[in-house]
């Protein structure tokens, strides 16, 4: 009873997509939203979507494929403000997970976080309910460096990289790592930008691609920022 309260007032919501505004909430400043809405609101089906959509794990793969440790690469995304304040919301998956269930709502798709496979890249005995935020970065993550470590090895030897990516197609949402080709546009990758190709009617065989920083401070209040003079200039 309440979900189906819930749902009715989320497609009133999405109903003004002119005046419901939440950019920043994928792809920080990048016009991610913007760009879906503009297709679907012009009749242009997607049928698929795939995407770096963490700036944090992107920042933190090409990294960590240069040889340095997981636990450094981690500290450094989080003193860059890439990260969720618990880095653990970005490592679970659970922020790009947030990310693509945005997306997939927008789309018309009615799930909900529990319909989304998610790749974690720490063990649940290293959560939130088994120790701090400094006892993570301090001794927990540490132990996930050789791991990863040998995965990147692993994917290099086969002349691909390790990527964290979501893919929304059909009834399937889900996140996780994926060993790309590194001359692909996930696999050439660097730093905190997102990726996000989109396939629709008119964006078949070559999709729309949208790529750019995909955090840090100054982009995503730059995002909020322009929603909030978008809407300004709709009440004149
Ligand atoms: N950083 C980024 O690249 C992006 C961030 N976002 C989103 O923006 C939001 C903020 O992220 P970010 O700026 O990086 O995080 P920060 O940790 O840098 O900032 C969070 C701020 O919120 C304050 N805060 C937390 N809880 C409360 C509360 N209950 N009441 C009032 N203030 C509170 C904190 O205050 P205090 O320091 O006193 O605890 C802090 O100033 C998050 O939801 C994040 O997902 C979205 C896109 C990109
Ligand atoms: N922690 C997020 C910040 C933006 O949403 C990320 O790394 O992308």
Do not use: W
Not at 47 to 70: F, N
Not at 89 to 99: E, Y
Not at 152 to 179: D, F, H, P, T
Request: with cysteine; hydrophobic share 40%; glycine share 10%.
């Amino acid at each position: 009873m309440i979900r189906g309260r819930i749902e009715e007032d989320y497609d009133k919501l999405v109903s003004y997509p002119r005046r419901i505004r939440h950019e920043s909430t994928v792809g920080a400043g990048l016009p991610v939203i913007a760009s879906l809405n503009r297709l679907l609101s012009s009749g242009d089906p997607v049928h698929r979507i795939i995407g770096s959509l963490s700036g944090t794990l992107g920042y933190v793969m090409s990294e960590v494929e240069d040889g340095k440790p997981l636990s450094e690469v981690v500290k450094a995304a989080k003193n860059l403000g890439f990260t969720e304040p618990d880095p653990r919301d970005d490592l679970s998956g659970m922020d790009v997970a947030r990310k693509a269930l945005i997306l997939a709502r927008l789309l018309g798709r009615r799930i909900n976080l529990d319909n989304i496979k998610i790749e974690s890249l720490y063990p649940d005995e290293m959560g939130p309910d088994a120790m701090s935020v400094e006892e993570f970065l301090a001794s927990g993550i540490v132990s996930l460096d050789n791991d990863v470590q040998e995965r990147v090895k692993k994917a290099l030897l086969n002349g691909n990289v390790l990527r964290y990516v979501c893919v929304i197609e059909g009834s399937r949402c889900e996140v996780g790592i994926q060993e790309l080709p590194k001359d692909s546009p996930l696999g050439r990758l660097r730093g905190s930008d997102n990726v996000l190709e989109i396939y629709s009617r008119c964006y078949n065989k070559q999709p729309l691609v949208i790529q750019g920083a995909g955090a840090g401070n100054d982009t995503t209040a730059a995002g909020v920022l322009a929603d909030i003079l978008d809407i300004q200039d709709l009440f004149p």
